[in-house]
């Protein structure tokens, strides 16, 4: 079993920057990890997924060259740097845990979740 706490969000005005955090309990060294977001009114979409044990990395096009995702194992931590942003990556960021290590964009693949942290990005 894990458990996986989001902190990090928040207000920034357009362009600016915001860091997310997703902290996980038990052992996942072979797992993959995701980080998926939900704007009101719409489906949940992928923004991007590492494999936590060789770093291989995977994202979303519209995020892609903006956010970067990544782990600090002494920590057991995921994070996820989201520069340039717009108002358009309003949503409630939420990250996943997969421990099968599929590296998939398919949030029904993930078995874990976080309860979400509100990033709101004004114009």
């Known amino acids: 079993q894990v458990q996986l706490v989001e902190s990090g969000g928040g207000l920034v005005q357009a362009g600016g920057t915001l860091r997310l955090s997703c902290a996980a309990s038990g052992r996942t060294f072979r797992y993959s990890m995701g980080w998926f977001r939900q704007a009101p009114g719409q489906e949940r979409e992928f923004v991007a997924a590492?494999?936590?044990?060789?770093?291989?990395?995977y994202y979303a096009d519209s995020v892609k060259g903006r956010f970067t995702i990544s782990t600090d194992n002494a920590k057991n931590t995921l994070y996820l740097q989201m520069n340039s942003l717009k108002s358009e990556d309003t949503a409630v960021y939420y990250c996943?845990?997969?421990?099968?290590?599929?590296?998939?964009?398919?949030?029904?693949?993930?078995?874990?979740w976080g309860q979400g942290t509100q990033v709101t990005v004004s114009s």
């Open positions: 996943a845990a997969d421990p099968r290590g599929r590296f998939s964009s398919r949030s029904y693949e993930y078995d874990y």
């Open positions: 590492i494999r936590w044990s060789g770093g291989s990395t």
